[in-house]
């Protein structure tokens, strides 16, 4: 059951009574936790009284609070008289570029509402140690009303801990000369200690977006080495190729970016992914119509948006950082708040689409909101489709056998992984 629903459960259950939202949010039982979330979205009414408590006679006045609420986003809330305790986020490489633009967002209440106050807990290597502390005075000057504590460590125990979000985006690039498969390995050693870290110590409905390249795979080693947490708790982060390509499609159809659904990117965050448009709709119209230039599709928009990471590079001399930024912060608020569109994420696939179970995948999921998510299932795919899904998935079957050794024999919690199980590519032939 959704807490939207039990929170309407509630109010049909105490009709009659006047509660206050504390009593509401203390009725909500704990595997509710955004519980803050439902609050938040409560306290979308302007007028004093409303704060005091929320007359709840009737449960279609509640439903109509969080409707209202629902659809003017986070933003339409205002600070008031109940006191929301802060959420505790984690950002790791806190002091490197991706960081300093996504710190300054968090802390001005981007990601979870100007109503919710956060404690940031920042980790860094000890070498990084000083840089992150000037970042930290900035932060400090920002007199950000919402950021209540940081906590500022080269300690994974103590930077995940209690954390209710993390953003683990620091990973170590791949050196001049350096080999690939080398690269992977030692960002593996750091996922594997992370995952071990924030399974120990995190709060047990944590949520984390690994940012850190290779992402997909980052996240999977996080998620074998953290047994106790769900898998469904780590994702990685496609949406800036998801934004990236929204951006491309609003600028050929002259749209805007609201106005397309049903994007997705598929498989792995490197130039192997596939952004499909063969499902995208652009005002509830099919966009392939519209666009009307398979070659623009094939030949300028898919390989544009597989190399506009290395596009920006040589253009700005570094990587992407503060899109990277924004991307991480709206994956995890729709994450934690929902979406009303297909976004994606780079989820634990458990087999849809023949897609072997237990790698971390780019898929059109929907976010349901609570940190719950589901993947959009069972739509057609064309043979050219899968071939490109294909080759994507064989790159991520490639790094997990290279970082194979990091990956405990075991089960994730909830499904049965079958580590070895081949990947069945004719099911996606024969569509
Ligand atoms: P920077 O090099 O500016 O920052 C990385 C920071 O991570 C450094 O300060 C470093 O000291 C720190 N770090 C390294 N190992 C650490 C560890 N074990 N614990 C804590 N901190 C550690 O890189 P930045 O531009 O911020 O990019 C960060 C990562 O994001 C890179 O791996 C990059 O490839 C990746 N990206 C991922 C994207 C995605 O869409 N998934 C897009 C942007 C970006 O390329």
């Avoid at 939202?21 to 704990?30: H, N, P, R, T, V």
């Amino acid at each position: 059951m959704s807490a939207i629903k039990r929170v309407a459960q509630i109010a049909s259950s105490t009709a009659g009574k006047k509660l206050t939202l504390q009593e509401i949010g203390a009725q909500l039982d704990s595997s509710f936790r955004p519980k803050n979330a439902i609050q938040r979205m409560l306290l979308g009414k302007e007028t004093p009284e409303d704060f005091k408590g929320i007359n709840i006679k009737d449960p279609r006045v509640l439903s109509r609070y969080l409707s209202e609420a629902a659809i003017q986003g986070p933003d339409f809330l205002i600070v008031n008289s109940v006191e929301l305790q802060p959420a505790t986020i984690t950002v790791t490489g806190a002091a490197g570029a991706i960081a300093y633009s996504l710190l300054f967002r968090l802390a001005s209440g981007e990601m979870l509402g100007k109503n919710q106050p956060i404690n940031l807990r920042l980790l860094e290597r000890t070498e990084a140690m000083q840089a992150l502390q000037g970042v930290v005075m900035e932060l400090q000057d920002g007199a950000f009303p919402l950021l209540k504590n940081i906590v500022v460590t080269d300690d994974a125990d103590e930077a995940f801990k209690d954390a209710d979000y993390t953003f683990l985006v620091g990973a170590k690039p791949r050196s001049k000369g350096q080999e690939r498969g080398d690269m992977l390995k030692e960002n593996a050693a750091i996922f594997k200690e992370q995952g071990r870290s924030i399974d120990r110590v995190a709060k047990s409905s944590v949520l984390s977006v690994v940012v850190g390249n290779p992402a997909n795979t980052n996240a999977m080693i996080a998620s074998y080495n953290a047994p106790n947490t769900p898998r469904t708790s780590f994702t990685a982060m496609t949406r800036l190729d998801h934004d990236r390509a929204l951006a491309q499609i609003s600028k050929k159809v002259n749209c805007q970016v609201e106005d397309i659904d049903r994007f997705a990117i598929w498989g792995n965050h490197s130039s192997t992914q596939y952004p499909d448009l063969s499902h995208a709709t652009i005002r509830g119209k099919w966009a392939w119509d519209l666009i009307k230039d398979e070659d623009w599709i094939y030949n300028k928009f898919i390989p544009r948006v597989q190399q506009r990471g290395a596009e920006i590079i040589n253009a700005r001399g570094k990587s992407s950082a503060a899109s990277a930024a924004d991307a991480a912060l709206r994956h995890m608020r729709d994450w934690v708040l929902g979406s009303n569109k297909w976004v994606s994420m780079g989820v634990c696939s458990e087999g849809w689409y023949g897609i072997t179970r237990g790698v971390w995948t780019s898929v059109p999921v929907q976010c349901f909101g609570d940190g719950k998510f589901g993947v959009i299932r069972d739509i057609p795919m064309s043979k050219e489709s899968a071939s490109r899904i294909n080759k994507s998935i064989d790159e991520l079957l490639q790094e997990k056998s290279m970082v194979k050794d990091l990956l405990p024999n075991q089960t994730l919690r909830g499904v049965e992984v079958d580590v070895d199980k081949v990947y069945n590519k004719k099911w996606f032939g024969l569509l």
